[in-house]
């Protein structure tokens, strides 16, 4: 068997954005093991400093597409999970919560894919009033920072896999 | 806490440690060459994509690295090394959203890696001092080229076991609390 058919690496080029979804829960299990891998994601001194926020009520589902430029698809996705990160858990979550929670993120995804799930990653973080905007909407305190949001679900999308290295982002031996 | 956990793909995702002695078995290039593709398969805000790679596996740098890094003694005994890092210059003005693209990029890259049969650990390099100024020149990137952080991989020569279960505390449901 090709390395390129290893199941997993499979799992990883075969991930893509998934915006449109099926009107079909996901059950409590699924859930449960999403996060279960997102909570094995590595984190600086292992301080451990994200937060997840599972949302599956209607209302606060389409709170959350309604005020970001880029969020419609969860108007239809049954789920979203909130990353969010502790930066005063201590001196090394305050540098970096934010790739502790984003590799926690791409578990997420990763796991969603690999269990016939679909979906996207909606930067928050990063995107003019948001932060504030989904702390209101879920009631996050002030001194938790929010990464952004997976919407998933049963995806109503396919799209090829990832493959291949882009011309020059790749050196070797040095720059 | 549930019987999933025999999808292959979860178990490298549950079953990634991270693992700082190796052995001195070198890595063939077709399995570089996949790990370089997975790190390039996560996902980038906007796919901006402001991401590079450089992959070291001569023993000469490896042991600079192990040297210039204040954390860095398990690169004293990888085979490999991937230095994940961000050209800023292609962000809008102000828009840190590259440092997630890295971190998901090198998440990717040890999950690939696992299920490989390698292991791996993430090193940070960014915003540590003086741990950034003595990393990067080793890498000699351009200056609005960012280090964020390495991967040391190699065959593993420390045994782990997987991650299980979650910290109830830090799961909220559809509201915080």
Redesign the interface.
């Known amino acids: 068997m090709g390395?390129?058919e290893?199941?997993?690496?499979r799992?990883?080029?075969g991930?893509r954005?998934i915006r449109r979804f099926e009107d079909r829960p996901v059950d409590t299990?699924?859930v449960?093991?999403l996060?279960?891998?997102a909570?094995?994601?590595?984190s600086?001194a292992n301080v451990?400093p994200?937060?997840?926020?599972?949302?599956?009520?209607r209302r606060?589902l389409s709170a959350m597409a309604e005020g970001h430029p880029y969020a419609k698809m969860m108007f239809e996705a049954p789920l979203a999970v909130v990353v969010c990160g502790e930066p005063d858990k201590s001196d090394f979550a305050a540098?970096?919560w934010?790739?502790?929670c984003?590799?926690a993120?791409?578990?997420l995804?990763?796991?969603a894919?690999?269990?016939s799930l679909g979906g996207?990653?909606i930067?928050v973080?990063?995107a003019p009033g948001q932060e504030a905007r989904i702390r209101d909407l879920?009631?996050?305190?002030d001194r938790?920072a929010v990464?952004?949001v997976a919407a998933l679900g049963y995806g109503k999308e396919q799209k090829e896999?990832?493959?291949?290295?882009?011309d020059g982002?790749?050196?070797?031996?040095?720059? | 806490?549930?019987n999933?956990h025999i999808?292959?793909?979860?178990g490298?995702?549950?079953g990634?440690r991270?693992v700082r002695k190796f052995l001195p078995n070198a890595v063939i290039p077709?399995?570089v060459?996949?790990l370089?593709?997975?790190a390039?398969?996560?996902?980038s805000?906007h796919n901006r994509?402001p991401?590079?790679?450089?992959?070291?596996d001569?023993r000469a740098?490896l042991d600079a690295l192990a040297k210039a890094h204040d954390s860095g003694k398990a690169m004293e005994t990888a085979p490999l090394a991937i230095a994940v890092?961000a050209d800023t210059s292609i962000m809008p003005e102000g828009?840190?959203?590259w440092?997630?693209?890295?971190?998901?990029a090198?998440?990717?890259i040890?999950?690939?890696a696992?299920?490989?049969g390698l292991e791996g650990v993430?090193l940070?390099v960014m915003?540590?001092h003086p741990r950034e100024e003595r990393v990067t020149p080793?890498?000699?990137?351009?200056p609005h080229?960012k280090i964020?952080?390495i991967a040391a991989l190699g065959y593993g020569d420390e045994a782990k076991d997987?991650?299980?279960?979650?910290?109830e505390e830090?799961?909220?449901?559809?509201?915080?609390?």
């Open positions: 390395i390129r290893n199941e997993a690496v799992a990883i080029l991930r954005s299990e699924t449960e093991l996060i279960e891998c909570c094995a994601a590595p600086a451990r994200c937060h997840f926020v599972v949302v599956t009520e606060l540098r970096y934010e790739e502790d984003s590799a993120m791409e578990n995804l990763l796991a894919h690999a269990l996207v990653w930067g973080r990063h879920l009631g996050i305190p938790i990464l952004g896999p990832h493959s291949g290295i882009p982002a790749l050196h070797l031996g040095g720059w | 806490m549930t999933f999808d292959p793909t979860i490298f995702i549950l990634r991270s077709e399995m060459t996949t370089l593709e997975c390039f398969a996560a996902p805000a994509r991401l590079h790679f450089i992959v070291v001569d740098t890092c828009d840190m959203a440092i997630e693209d890295a971190a998901a090198m998440e990717n040890l999950i690939a696992r299920a490989l993430w940070k915003d540590r080793v890498f000699g990137p351009p080229v964020v952080a997987p991650h299980r279960g979650v910290n830090r799961i909220h449901r559809n509201v915080w609390g």
